[in-house]
């Protein structure tokens, strides 16, 4: 395939890479990252541009995050935030992450279905579910 191609399908900025694949939707975040509000936003942002106004399941990974504010949290769990979003898996990768995962599974509620996982296998068989 060609790479020019490819790149069309990633998007990068300075707190995440996206990109679709298969129908699905990734995203991790860059190496020890604070995430606020100001760049919940931006992540958001280009989520959208890069969805080109067609809602797909998204699969995020908590590697590589430092730090995730409570209005960050709330602007993710919004229906502005979970945008073009059909349903949302969250991999995490340490018992650090997990116990944010379910702080934010617990008070924010996200707007769309949402679980969080262990793997990235079983996220993906559950985000394949309705593809």
């Known amino acids: 395939m060609n790479q020019n191609l490819i790149e069309k399908f990633i998007v990068e900025n300075e707190y995440t890479k996206l990109w679709i694949e298969d129908g699905i939707m990734f995203g991790e975040y860059k190496e020890d990252v604070t995430i606020d509000l100001t760049a919940a936003q931006k992540v958001v942002s280009d989520r959208i541009k890069l969805c080109k106004n067609i809602a797909y399941p998204f699969l995020g990974t908590t590697q590589g995050l430092q730090n995730l504010s409570k ?61």
Do not use: C
Request: net charge neutral; aromatic share 14%.
């Open 71 to 131: 209005e960050a949290r709330e602007y993710f769990s919004t229906e502005e935030g979970t945008r073009f979003m059909k349903k949302l898996a969250i991999v995490t990768t340490s018992s650090i992450d997990k116990m944010v995962g379910n702080f934010f599974l617990k008070f924010n509620h996200p707007a769309v279905p949402t679980r969080l996982f262990t793997n990235q296998e079983d996220a993906l068989k559950w985000l394949k579910e309705d593809l």
